[in-house]
């Protein structure tokens, strides 16, 4: 399966948990507020000044590997 910028992040972590690591190394500490269940990935990254295709791929290739 693979990600989109439009996808809620509470969704991406609940498809696999092991994701988390890629949006807390890009300074996204909030995974765990209630907020952040229903932000899109694209959201987040403007709200964090991330480059979001870059996040996107990361996971999309840490998920095609697994």
Do not use: W
């Not at 507020?33 to 999309?60: F, M, T």
């Amino acid at each position: 399966m693979k990600i989109t910028k439009d996808m809620c992040i509470g969704d991406i972590l609940d498809m696999d948990v092991g994701t988390a690591k890629f949006f807390l190394e890009m300074g996204m500490h909030c995974l765990g507020c209630p907020a952040s269940r229903g932000e899109s990935v694209e959201q987040a990254c403007r709200v964090h000044g991330i480059d979001c295709d870059e996040l996107v791929n990361k996971i999309n290739e840490y998920l095609e590997n697994k």
